[in-house]
């Protein structure tokens, strides 16, 4: 499989993700606007779904740029992580449902959230150890790309245990930890434009 293909294919993927997230937004049974009120927390964590969403593509669209080889190996770490945001519609419906307050809705979304980054970093370390030490990818990211990923990690699972004191805490840390990743890295596109061939 071409880089492109799974580039593709891993775009359609989060595409249906993303609606699956949608088509969970049923409306509300009255005409009143106190009846939308209602299911704002609905809203809210419908929101925060989207916008995780939307961060580790934006993310993974900046790491491919840099990527020329792939191979099995890094079919399957980016299968798993396929597997990890697929998860995000029924994490996000659980809490949707009312359950703001409840400890297992918030553990299972903080551990989608958890697995999620997880699997990308493992799909850092692989695409680096496909495209040898003396290639773009390795030469930007290097290891400084790590404390991010790694501390994205140890937030999450810190979000899951968060979840025993005050069950929103996790959703509210997990949304801090975007701001890490909401603009992606930047030498990327500097890279690209100083020298397009690679």
């Given at each position: 499989m071409s880089k492109g293909r799974l580039e593709a294919f891993t775009d359609a993927v989060i595409a249906i993700i993303l609606t699956i997230l949608v088509l969970e937004l049923n409306p509300p049974h009255s005409g009143s606007?106190?009846?939308?009120?209602?299911?704002?927390?609905?809203?809210?964590?419908?929101?925060?779904?989207?916008?995780?969403?939307?961060?580790?593509?934006?993310?993974?669209?900046?790491?491919?740029?840099?990527?020329?080889?792939?191979?099995?190996?890094?079919?399957?770490?980016?299968?798993?992580?396929?597997?990890?945001?697929?998860?995000?519609?029924?994490?996000?419906?659980?809490?949707?449902?009312?359950?703001?307050?409840?400890?297992?809705?918030?553990?299972?979304?903080?551990?989608?959230?958890?697995?999620?980054?997880?699997?990308?970093?493992?799909?850092?370390?692989?695409?680096?150890?496909?495209?040898?030490?003396?290639?773009?990818?390795?030469?930007?990211?290097?290891?400084?790309?790590?404390?991010?990923a790694v501390g994205s990690i140890v937030m999450a699972f810190v979000a899951m245990i968060l979840a025993l004191l005050w069950p929103p805490l996790t959703i509210i840390l997990d949304l801090l930890m975007l701001l890490l990743w909401a603009i992606p890295d930047q030498r990327v596109e500097r890279h690209l434009l100083r020298d397009p061939r690679e």
């Amino acid at each position: 499989m071409s880089k492109g293909r799974l580039e593709a294919f891993t775009d359609a993927v989060i595409a249906i993700i993303l609606t699956i997230l949608v088509l969970e937004l049923n409306p509300p049974h009255s005409g009143s606007l106190a009846s939308l009120w209602a299911l704002r927390g609905r809203f809210g964590i419908y929101l925060a779904s989207f916008l995780t969403l939307i961060v580790y593509w934006n993310n993974h669209h900046h790491l491919f740029q840099l990527v020329k080889r792939i191979d099995w190996r890094v079919m399957w770490t980016n299968s798993f992580f396929m597997l990890a945001i697929s998860m995000f519609p029924f994490a996000t419906s659980w809490v949707g449902e009312g359950h703001v307050d409840a400890f297992g809705p918030e553990l299972i979304y903080g551990f989608v959230v958890f697995m999620a980054n997880v699997s990308y970093l493992l799909l850092v370390f692989t695409l680096r150890h496909v495209n040898g030490p003396t290639s773009a990818l390795v030469k930007l990211y290097g290891h400084q790309h790590d404390w991010k990923a790694v501390g994205s990690i140890v937030m999450a699972f810190v979000a899951m245990i968060l979840a025993l004191l005050w069950p929103p805490l996790t959703i509210i840390l997990d949304l801090l930890m975007l701001l890490l990743w909401a603009i992606p890295d930047q030498r990327v596109e500097r890279h690209l434009l100083r020298d397009p061939r690679e």
